[in-house]
């Protein structure tokens, strides 16, 4: 499975930006997707995940009622919709791939998010 994660880039603190990964292979829909982030001299973070048929969803406490993950198995896409951006929430959002929302067997290329204050 191939990840291409795409939508980053610089918004002002109280916007909204909406993340996509786009994958390959006809077998998206049996993979579990999630979304995590980096923020610079800071360890990788669980931000939200969803299971591969679009019924489970699990979100970080730092971004819930914030983030929305949903995905479009037709599409091969997962999104990442962050409203109410705070400038904590900056860091390079990665876009991973497994069996399950804790199992992460492929990786995107990152995608910078930067919330200005």
């Known amino acids: 499975v191939q990840l291409q994660a795409s939508g980053g880039g610089l918004v002002q603190a109280g916007g909204s930006l909406r993340l996509s990964c786009a994958a390959s292979?006809?077998?998206?829909?049996?993979?579990?997707m999630s979304w995590l982030r980096q923020a610079p001299g800071k360890e990788r973070e669980f931000v939200a995940g969803i299971s591969g048929s679009g019924t489970i969803t699990k979100y970080a406490d730092s971004v819930k009622g914030r983030f929305t993950i949903s995905r479009d198995n037709a599409k091969n896409t997962v999104y990442l919709q962050m409203n109410s951006l705070k400038p904590e929430d900056t860091a390079v959002y990665y876009c991973?791939?497994?069996?399950?929302?804790?199992?992460?067997?492929?990786w995107g290329q990152g995608t910078q998010v930067t919330v200005s204050s």
């Open positions: 991973v791939g497994g069996l399950t929302i804790a199992s992460m067997n492929y």
């Open positions: 292979g006809r077998t998206f829909s049996t993979y579990a």
